[in-house]
């Protein structure tokens, strides 16, 4: 039997209205739903969210303060930075490449890490012996410090900080999706469907998967956060996007020769990767939580 | 927000002024300075090694004057050289040069200086197996001649003008006996010198105290007046700043021009800004180093590019200061610096142009090197984008460029050079331009002429050979000249100092108010 089974059973509406209510009551999943929306329609629609270019320099109109402070112009309602550009539009900007830089290194290790996990759980053996090595491989080298080697020697740019997080990042899938099929694939479903003669592919996919994918939304959600501030922190070090690409890890590092003076253009990138990073946290935490099969009730 | 741009004097009138208005009760504690006797000053960069000849740094150039002394020494504000360990010179030849040694001199350990330690100094740097970091510095001299105890003669390879000027800010002399026995790597840790202070404490790279030395000669330096010099590394100019308001720091250079102004206007600390002898350029590969086909080595690209730069714009919001935009690949008062060449001034519609007739009407996409001053070259990237020239900023530390230009790698790179404050072209356009390793245009017209005017002593020959040179480079737009430097020195109001164009700090000139 699998949910599949029970939805025809049960009135559809009675599981999912079961979620809602759950989700409503999440404080920590609202927050993160409420924040993570907000990033993503600032992504999608920061063209007309500012009438800036965010790369348009104004070298005559450098470091003008947010609007909160005094001499603030209201054209630049978060300011310009060290070289004119509106700060607004490159925070809008950013929070696409943040975004982009999340969704995309977390799927390639999700890719990588499901099909390796799931892979050691269902076969065991000679399988898993082979892939806890490997894990246990990637386990021993550092992420930061192999990724700023690799992106040392190989030069920075989007793509390769993409390339690089998501070949570094599928450790957690691959051990957490391992440890969920050990679980699942001596229950009697999925004996059953052996016995019926389905095929691997057919018992992994549709009897297996569906058991374990709330373990890998929570999986993928920590390594987006986790992938957003290795980007940002790659980027501080200068060796992570390259200007004159807005992002925001970029624009700490920019702010950090101000620190003194100028404060907010470290504490506005600052606060965004912040809260975007805390978003996502909390987003994964409260989908474990009321998808959780022991919180099904 | 006003901020002081003028020369030196003018801003030490205001400076003085500044401090004058400061009430004197006004800062709370006292000082950590004026009470014990002690300035503390924070370097940047960590300094390799102590030893004069086994860094490059400025840092390094700054402790030279401090601990050791030349044969001459270069006023800074008269621009001419007076005697310093030798009271008089005189050019025998084109290729000789004699000096009367001062008598009397000590070491800081005691021994005595004469022929002996400057025969043996100049032996040491020039013999090839010591491998000094810069041996282009000493490697005019031929050989050097002991006459008797007090004078010496250096005999040179060919004719080379800039003899005395790096005699006076890059040759210090080493006591022989000391050295011959601990070498450099004992030098490092306990230098020996004839300078106004002697180093009492030193933690490589991180911490030096130097203290007054009390038997120093009454050379043209001029007997220190502050005790102690307390010389600490601080990467971080947050820091430093942060130090300075703590009262742990009398003394920052180098400050950024950002900060700089923010300081000058909290009215706490005295701010004094100098121009200084570095410059900054683009170098484009004329010469096809990095391939035959590259964009630059179409005279219309280069051309290009230098029209595309709004390099006023830069100096005025980003440089700031006593900046200035440049035309020459040099200097403005470096003998020899030809000003009439041709200019490029800011025109993006001509550079678009310019880029169409060589055949790239949609622009192109270049790497773009750059190791310093990243805002500068950021903001150079939007105006190159403008014009269509797509550049991708790679930044390197200074000497993974260097390396990189001398392997023939770099098409495009925003490179500054501060001449080590030797004020002749010989520093700068003759070191880039005569087909070296870091010579992107290779180009013989200009190598000719320089090789006559380094070679020759006849002022008036020089600069005509100079500016055969000079003009060449500009029409052929080998180089796009941006702007000079200028430094900002920051220090307590209980410091009273006078900050000169050569970007050297001369800690035996400051002086407790």
Known sequence: ?297 | MKYPVQSVKRLLVLGGLAVAAVPVGGFGHAWAGKADDTLKLAFTKELQSIDAYYNSAREGTIMDQQIWDGLVYLNPLKGEFEGNLATSWAWLDDTTLEFKLRKGVKFHNGEAFDADDVVYTLDFVTNPDNKITVPQYVSWIKSTQKIDQYTVRILLNKPYPAALNLLATMIPMYPNEYYAKVGPSGMALHPVGTGPYAVTELDPGKHFVLKKYAGYHDGPKGQPSIGTIDVRTIPDVNTQIAEMFSGNLNFMWGVPSDQAEKLAAMKRFTVVNAPTMRVGYLVMDAAGRTGKDNPFTKLEVRQAVAHAIDREAIVKSLVKGSSKTINSACYPSQFGCEQDVTKYPYDPAKAKELLAKAGYPNGFTTDFYAYRDRPYAEAMLAYLNAVGIKANLKMLQFSALTDLRMKGEVPFSFQTWGSSSIDDVTAITSLFFTKGLEDYAQDDQVNAALGEGDTSVQPEKRKAAYSKALKRIADQAFWAPLFSYNANYVFTPDVAYQPTADELLRFYKMSWK
């Open chain 1, 1 to 297: 039997m699998s949910t599949t089974q029970t939805a025809t059973e049960l009135p559809v509406e009675t599981y999912l209205g079961q979620l809602c209510r759950r989700a409503f009551g999440h404080r920590g999943l609202m927050f993160g739903i409420v924040v993570l929306g907000v990033v993503i329609f600032a992504a999608i629609f920061a063209p007309l969210l500012s009438a800036h270019d965010p790369y348009q320099q104004d070298l005559l109109a450098r470091m003008k303060p947010p609007f909160w402070m005094e001499g603030s112009d209201l054209a630049h309602p978060l300011g310009t930075d060290f070289l004119g550009r509106d700060y607004l539009a490159r925070l809008l900007y950013g929070a696409r490449i943040s975004l982009f830089i999340g969704i995309v290194a977390a799927s390639i290790s999700c890719v990588i890490g499901t099909t390796l996990g799931v892979a050691a759980g269902y076969f065991g053996g000679r399988v898993d012996l082979v892939v806890t090595f490997l894990v246990n491989v990637r386990l021993a080298m550092p992420v930061v410090l192999v990724s700023l080697a690799v992106v040392a020697i190989l030069g920075g740019s989007l793509n390769m900080v993409v390339g690089v997080l998501g070949l570094l990042l599928w450790d957690r899938f691959a051990v957490v999706m391992r440890a969920s099929v050990m679980q699942v694939r001596g229950l009697e479903y999925v004996n059953a469907a052996k016995s019926i003669g389905c095929s691997t592919l057919r018992i992994v996919l549709s009897e297996i998967m569906p058991n374990i994918v709330n373990n890998l939304i929570v999986v993928m959600t920590l390594e987006m956060a986790h992938a957003i501030l290795l980007e940002a922190a790659l980027s501080f070090l200068g060796l992570g996007v390259q200007p004159p690409t807005p992002s925001w890890g970029l624009m700490i590092s920019e702010g950090k020769q101000m620190l003194l003076f100028e404060p907010w253009m470290i504490a506005i990138p600052g606060a965004c990767l912040f809260a975007l990073v805390l978003a996502i946290n909390l987003l994964g935490d409260g989908l474990r939580d009321i998808t959780a099969p022991e919180n099904r009730g």
